[in-house]
């Protein structure tokens, strides 16, 4: 499992991170854990954002309440902005939440959110919205304002050794669920640019990297 938008001890699929048990094991990108540290970055990066738009649909589930739940105790306003049918009307379903140039964006962790990334950086350009991104570091290449949280090719290379293993012979149940070791924080300097937006120096500088 690459497990991205969900915790997998939480859910029962595993006995614990150290012995996972049964015949599951894999990679835990703590994307639910990073939610509060993503909100406060996004703030202090955009301290006169208005209030943060909160992409989600029902793979995004679980990191849309860590979000609200993190966004009250930071006393960070926030609007849900739900996605059901497909294809997503992003533009649609942000005008009607009245999400516009003063708001932020921040996407759920969710695989269609992911694919889409380029739409959603061309739309939040469009909108003058600030986003940050969950989608890993490839959100910020697309046009994203900043990403904090795990590799995502890091953890997919991960996966994949674990894949080998057990091709070549290892049992899922002795190899405990890996989980990153640092987090990143990157940040788009042109889109900064194209909003019109200063990034502080103290966040710049927390940089693991800048894109000019």
Do not use: C, H
């Not at 006995?15 to 015949?23: F, K, V, W």
């Not at 006393?75 to 999400?99: C, H, K, M, Q, W």
């Not at 964006?105 to 694919?115: D, E, T």
Request: aromatic share 6%; no cysteine; glycine share 8%.
């Amino acid at each position: 499992m690459i497990a991205a938008d969900y915790d997998p001890l939480a859910k029962g699929y595993i006995a614990s991170l150290a012995r996972p048990g049964g015949n599951i094991t894999g990679v835990l990108l703590q994307t639910i854990e990073a939610t509060a540290k993503r909100l406060d970055l996004f703030k202090e990066a955009v301290p006169d954002m208005r209030r943060v738009a909160l992409l989600w649909d029902r793979n995004s589930a679980d990191t849309y309440e860590a979000a609200t739940k993190a966004a009250a105790t930071l006393a960070i306003p926030v609007v849900s902005v739900e996605f059901r049918d497909t294809p997503y009307d992003y533009e649609r379903a942000l005008a009607e939440a009245g999400v516009g140039p003063g708001d932020g964006l921040m996407a759920m962790s969710s695989g269609i959110f992911f694919n889409d990334r380029e739409k959603l950086a061309r739309l939040a350009l469009g909108l003058k919205l600030p986003t940050m991104a969950v989608g890993g570091q490839e959100s910020v290449d697309a046009g994203g304002l900043m990403y904090f949280g795990a590799s995502l090719s890091g953890m997919a290379r991960l996966a994949a050794r674990y894949v080998d293993k057990i091709l070549k012979g290892a049992k899922p149940v002795d190899l405990p669920v890996e989980q990153p070791t640092t987090f990143e924080l990157v940040i788009n300097l042109k889109t900064a640019q194209t909003l019109g937006l200063t990034i502080p120096p103290a966040i710049l500088a927390r940089a693991d990297e800048v894109l000019e």
